[in-house]
C-alpha cells in the first residue's frame, strides 16, 4: 500500500539506467544569466497560472536550476548513482525524470540532469503534443506553454527501498515545489497539473512496469499587460 512504511532493503535488487533506442542527444547551453530577484520577492509572488507560449531555451534555464545535478556520484544507497539538485530525493536516488512537451508540436525531451541535455525522444511528437494539449485544457482550461510530466522510475526506488511508492510520490512534490519556485524566480507562469499521467506513457514509448507518471507542471511565458508582443 501507499502508506506502507518505506524501509531499506538489506539486499538491494538489480537496477540498470533506462536506454532510450533512437534517440538523439541535443546538449543545452548552461544558463548565463542569473536572475537579480531575490528569495523573499519569489516568496512573496508565486502562484500558479497560465500565460503565453515559451521558448525551449527558458524551458532548459528552469531545468537547469531546478532539477540539473549540482553533484553526482555512481554508486550510493543500494550501490545506486546518487546525486544533488534544488530538490531534496529519497536516498539522493533522484528517481523522478522530467519529459517536456511544448504546444509547439515538435518532439518529446526527457531532460537528462546529470549532462543538462535534451534527450530528444523518437516518438510522434505531434501527436502527443496534441495528447497533451487535451491533457492540460482539461485541468486548466488553458493550453499555452510547455508542459513538464514528472516521471518516476520505480524500478530504481524498489531497488533500494521495500515499500518504496510514497517515496515516488513525495519526491516528485519535492521537484513540484522547486520548479515552481524557481520558474517564478525566472518570470515564467507555473501551474502544477492534478492528472498523474500514466496513460500518455505507451505514447511515450515507456514502459508502464518500470515507470509511474507521478504528476505535471505547466510552465509558459507571464503576459505583461499593455506590453507589446
Ligand atoms: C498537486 C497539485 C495539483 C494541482 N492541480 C491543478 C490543476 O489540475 N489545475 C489547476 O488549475 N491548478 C492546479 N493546482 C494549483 C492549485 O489550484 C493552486 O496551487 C492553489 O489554488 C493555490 O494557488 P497558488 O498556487 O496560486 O498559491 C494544483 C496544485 C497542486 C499542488
Known amino acids: 500500500m501507499l502508506t506502507d512504511e518505506p524501509v531499506p532493503r538489506e539486499s538491494?535488487?538489480?537496477?540498470?539506467?533506462?536506454?532510450?533506442?533512437?534517440?538523439?542527444?541535443?546538449v543545452l547551453a548552461r544558463p548565463r544569466l542569473v536572475s537579480q530577484r531575490t528569495f523573499q520577492d519569489v516568496l512573496d509572488r508565486r502562484r500558479s497560472?497560465?500565460?503565453?507560449?515559451?521558448?525551449?531555451?527558458?524551458?532548459?534555464?528552469?531545468?537547469?536550476?531546478?532539477?540539473?545535478?549540482?553533484?553526482?556520484?555512481q554508486a550510493g544507497r543500494a550501490g545506486l548513482p546518487i546525486g544533488w539538485s534544488a530538490s531534496p530525493s529519497s536516498?539522493?536516488?533522484?528517481?523522478?525524470?522530467?519529459?517536456c512537451i511544448s504546444?509547439?508540436?515538435?518532439?518529446?525531451?526527457?531532460y537528462d540532469p546529470v549532462n543538462h541535455a535534451f534527450v530528444v525522444l523518437p516518438a510522434d511528437?505531434?501527436?502527443?503534443?496534441?495528447?497533451?494539449?487535451?491533457?492540460?485544457?482539461?485541468?486548466?482550461?488553458?493550453?499555452?506553454?510547455?508542459?513538464?510530466?514528472?516521471?518516476?522510475?520505480?524500478?530504481?526506488?524498489l531497488a533500494a527501498y521495500e515499500?518504496?511508492?510514497?517515496?515516488?510520490?513525495?519526491?516528485?512534490?519535492a521537484v513540484l515545489a522547486t520548479i515552481c519556485l524557481c520558474a517564478e524566480?525566472?518570470?515564467?507562469?507555473?501551474?502544477?497539473?492534478?492528472?498523474?499521467?500514466?496513460?500518455?506513457?505507451?505514447q511515450l514509448d515507456l514502459p508502464t512496469d518500470r515507470f509511474q507518471a507521478v504528476g505535471a507542471i505547466q510552465i509558459s511565458g507571464k503576459i505583461v499587460p499593455n506590453a507589446p508582443e
Open 12 to 26: 538491494p535488487a538489480n537496477w540498470s539506467p533506462f536506454a532510450c533506442p533512437d534517440a538523439t542527444i541535443e
Open 49 to 73: 497560472s497560465v500565460g503565453k507560449t515559451v521558448d525551449w531555451t527558458s524551458i532548459a534555464d528552469l531545468l537547469w536550476y531546478s532539477a540539473g545535478l549540482k553533484g553526482y556520484a
Open 91 to 99: 536516498g539522493g536516488l533522484q528517481s523522478i525524470a522530467i519529459v
Open 103 to 110: 504546444d509547439d508540436g515538435s518532439a518529446s525531451r526527457l
Open 125 to 157: 511528437g505531434a501527436a502527443v503534443s496534441q495528447e497533451n494539449r487535451n491533457d492540460v485544457l482539461s485541468v486548466t482550461g488553458a493550453e499555452n506553454g510547455c508542459t513538464l510530466r514528472l516521471i518516476g522510475d520505480r524500478s530504481k526506488l
Open 163 to 173: 515499500n518504496a511508492d510514497s517515496l515516488l510520490f513525495r519526491d516528485a512534490g
Open 185 to 202: 524566480w525566472l518570470d515564467l507562469c507555473a501551474c502544477p497539473l492534478g492528472f498523474l499521467g500514466n496513460s500518455l506513457l505507451p
